[in-house]
Nanobody
Framework: QVQLVESGGGLVQAGGSLRLSCAAS????????MGWFRQAPGKERKFVGG????????YYADSVKGRFTISRDNAKNTVYLQMNSLKPEDTAVYYC????????????????WGQGTQVTVSS
């Protein structure tokens, strides 16, 4: 299965922006749909958004719609999460994950996970 490594997290003020990257190993990256999830301390992991194999269709949680954008570059085996207008409630560890199914947010559909990257938004 594909190995995933996230990067780009950090500390940002409310209203700011960050771009997360998720680099995948292997030659079959384009056969996976990709998703982003986040987990705040003491809370369950939640779906942020997903992108299908070709990159032509994306899905977003209502809480991030209009602020976050997912894209992918299959030539670079990388998926991105552009986060704008960040809010303190966006603070969490962000994970990317790979799926053979449409990335609609079911954790059980995702077969590979990265180790996560911390995003902290200060007020």
């Amino acid at each position: 299965q594909v190995q995933l490594v996230e990067s780009g997290g950090g500390l940002v003020q409310a209203g700011g922006s960050l771009r997360l990257s998720c680099a995948a190993s292997g030659r079959t990256f384009s056969s996976y749909a990709m998703g982003w999830f986040r987990q705040a301390p003491g809370k369950e992991r939640k779906f942020v958004g997903g992108i299908i194999w070709s990159g032509t269709l994306t899905y977003y949680a209502d809480s991030v719609k209009g602020r976050f954008t997912i894209s992918r570059d299959n030539a670079k085996n990388t998926v991105y999460l552009q986060m704008n207008s960040l809010k303190p409630e966006d603070t969490a560890v962000y994970y990317c994950a790979a799926s053979y199914s449409y990335p609609l947010g079911e954790l059980g559909d995702f077969v590979s996970w990265g180790q996560g990257t911390q995003v902290t938004v200060s007020s």
